[in-house]
């Protein structure tokens, strides 16, 4: 089946630090991949996606390229703000009335001052 | 406007009550989900419906009973609650011919 494979958190990182946050995954064919984020206490947000290999999703400075030869969807950011901290899931899906969303565990981003 | 909907975004109830989360979407979408979230944060879908029809039931206890009255909407009953069903349960919506899943804000549902 599909999985989705996320480096062990949490991940504390001083402000204006750089940011990596990795994402492997295994399945069939060209899943579309995601990097949703869960600010404290609030809902899931879409942060950026991608829907073939070789592209590169962007949004509020972070950004991630669809690398099939490596199955990554690593999530970067060059400098993070305290307004950054929250939970980080990638995720891959398909097109078609079957879709659904497979999660990684998700990964907790502290940003301290 | 709200794009995902879901009411009510906390309940504590008792063990053995039942109780039921409403999901609306105004997107325009024909397919919405139920996803649960537990204590870990770890995200699993329940189910998924497409124009009012269930597609996917994943291994989900009985209790739980999705309802689709239109596309527009999907509502989940959950009888006799236990414990073990404490978690934040996310409505979601997309369209068939997209690839992109929108989330309510969640319901945080506390049994005590």
């Known amino acids: 089946g599909n999985s989705v494979t996320q480096m062990e958190g949490p991940v504390t990182l001083s402000e204006e630090a750089f940011l990596t946050i990795n994402c492997t995954y295994t399945?069939?064919?060209?899943?579309?991949l995601f990097w949703y984020v869960q600010y404290p206490g609030e809902g899931l947000q879409l942060l950026l996606k991608?829907?073939?290999?070789?592209d590169k999703g962007s949004n509020k400075g972070f950004e991630a390229t669809y690398r099939k030869e490596t199955t990554s969807f690593h999530l970067e950011k060059g400098s993070v703000q305290v307004s950054d901290s929250a939970v980080y899931f990638c995720?891959?899906?398909?097109?078609?009335?079957?879709?659904?969303?497979?999660f990684g565990k998700g990964i907790t981003l502290s940003v301290r001052p | 406007d709200t794009a995902v909907s879901q009411t009510p975004k906390y309940l504590v109830t008792q063990m053995g009550n039942d109780k039921s989360i409403k999901c609306e979407q105004n997107?325009?979408?024909?397919?919405m989900y139920w996803y649960k979230q537990d204590s870990k944060k770890f995200l699993k879908i329940m189910f998924s419906?497409?124009?009012?029809?269930?597609?996917i039931n994943e291994t989900v206890p009985n209790r739980f009973s999705p309802k689709s009255p239109d596309k527009a909407h999907l509502n989940l009953h959950i009888n006799s609650l236990e414990l073990g069903d404490s978690a934040v349960y996310f409505c979601?919506?997309?369209?068939?011919?997209?690839?992109?899943?929108?989330f309510g804000e969640g319901s945080w549902l506390t049994v005590v």
């Open positions: 995720a891959l899906s398909y097109t078609g009335a079957n879709s659904k969303l497979t």
């Open positions: 997107l325009g979408h024909d397919t």
């Open positions: 399945a069939t064919g060209y899943p579309s």
């Open positions: 991608a829907t073939k290999a070789d």
């Open positions: 419906y497409n124009n009012k029809e269930l597609i």
């Open positions: 979601a919506s997309s369209q068939t011919s997209g690839n992109t899943i929108y």
